[in-house]
């Protein structure tokens, strides 16, 4: 399975952008798929992260700004980020996991760039 992010850029705060993450290849009935963010010196942290059921679950920081979705016809999962803060900052990563046939499986994309200026 590969992902592949897009929607990264430069934005001032306040602003809004979304990410996109499209999985493609041997691509099956995906579980969880999620994005978790890297800031400069720092550990790479959960944002959000959704089933397929379409549950949903946040990172205190990303909650009422942040939104996720996915399609599932597409393999796609999406992070909609609105009011953005420089502290926003950071390479966003898709990642998708789960079981499949009792063994588990953990993909991550490329990462994109997100920079909120002040």
């Known amino acids: 399975v590969q992902l592949q992010a897009s929607g990264g850029g430069l934005v001032q705060a306040g602003g809004s952008l979304r990410l996109s993450c499209a999985a493609s290849?041997?691509?099956?009935?995906?579980?969880?798929m999620g994005w978790y963010r890297q800031a400069p010196g720092k550990q790479r942290d959960l944002v959000a992260i959704?089933?397929?059921?379409?549950?949903?679950n946040y990172a205190g920081s990303a909650k009422d700004r942040f939104t996720i979705s996915r399609d599932n016809a597409k393999n796609t999962v999406y992070l909609q980020m609105d009011s953005l803060k420089p502290e926003d900052t950071a390479v966003y990563y898709c990642?998708?996991?789960?079981?499949?046939?009792?063994?588990?499986?953990?993909?991550w994309g490329q990462g994109t760039l997100v920079t909120v200026s002040s």
């Open positions: 959704i089933g397929r059921d379409g549950r949903t």
């Open positions: 990642n998708v996991a789960g079981l499949r046939l009792g063994r588990p499986y953990d993909y």
């Open positions: 290849g041997n691509v099956f009935s995906l579980d969880r």
